[in-house]
């Protein structure tokens, strides 16, 4: 009960429907609750919006969708996302711009080196489990300044600032020996995404959405050298 009561006042229904690229389950479309704004409502469709709003992006043929006055007005009501994006907090990498979406279309949480911490978990599983959101994309990216941090603090066992060390501790599991230099911190971004997408995927709640085909929970990598989005398996 208040779990529908919470649902109900803050977030409003789901979306709708389609089908896409990466190799995830099905699951049955979900009537939207509007005519003039239908969201994937499965986690291949959604999968397949974020390829294309990438593609547009990286080819500077963006539409900037949803920032109408009118979707403004239908937003007051209500939240439809049909993804989760788990970010770095880097200024380079915004998913609505890399994946040109607009108003109300994503639902994003950062934190530096896509982090886990009970707020992260909190925010991803709010998406799924209020928000009935079938896509939670872990998204890495070139040149990720946590990561390096994490690695060369490693390397030289130096301390780093603050708050700073929880983070480069929370990345250290993924740091890949098997090479040296610029190339380890380039493979333990990819490995630091594998990591962090494992561990969504092991939380139960979550895990019971993947075997159900109601959620896929995919990792994938930014690279700012030319704006592509690719899936790390």
């Known amino acids: 009960m208040r779990r529908t009561l919470l649902r109900a006042a803050l977030t409003g229904t789901a979306v709708t429907a389609g089908a896409w690229a990466f190799d995830v389950p099905a699951a049955s479309a979900r009537e939207s609750s509007s005519t003039e704004r239908p969201r994937p409502a499965t986690p291949g469709a959604a999968l397949k919006e974020l390829n294309a709003g990438n593609r547009r992006w990286r080819t500077f043929r963006e539409k900037?969708?949803?920032?109408?006055?009118?979707?403004r007005r239908e937003a007051v009501s209500g939240q439809h996302p049909?993804?989760?994006?788990?970010?770095?907090?880097?200024?380079?990498?915004?998913?609505?711009?890399?994946?040109?979406?607009?108003?109300?279309?994503?639902?994003?949480?950062?934190?530096?080196?896509?982090?886990?911490?009970?707020?992260?978990?909190?925010?991803?599983?709010?998406?799924?489990?209020?928000?009935?959101?079938?896509?939670?994309?872990?998204?890495?990216?070139?040149?990720?300044?946590?990561?390096?941090?994490?690695?060369?603090?490693?390397?030289?066992g130096e301390e780093l600032p603050a708050h700073i060390q929880y983070i480069a501790d929370q990345i250290k599991p993924a740091i890949d020996h098997s090479v040296e230099g610029d190339a380890r911190i380039d493979a333990t971004i990819s490995a630091q995404v594998r990591l962090v997408r494992a561990r969504l995927a092991a939380e139960p709640d979550l895990a019971a959405r993947i075997t159900a085909g109601r959620l896929a929970i995919v990792g994938a990598r930014y690279e700012l050298t030319n704006q592509l989005v690719h899936q790390i398996t």
């Open 64 to 71: 900037h969708p949803h920032e109408t006055h009118a979707v």
């Open 82 to 156: 049909f993804a989760v994006v788990l970010g770095c907090i880097d200024s380079r990498v915004p998913p609505e711009l890399v994946f040109d979406q607009g108003l109300g279309d994503l639902m994003t949480v950062r934190s530096a080196g896509e982090v886990l911490d009970e707020a992260v978990l909190g925010s991803v599983a709010y998406g799924v489990l209020e928000l009935g959101i079938p896509l939670v994309l872990v998204l890495g990216h070139q040149s990720c300044g946590a990561v390096s941090a994490a690695v060369r603090a490693e390397e030289s």
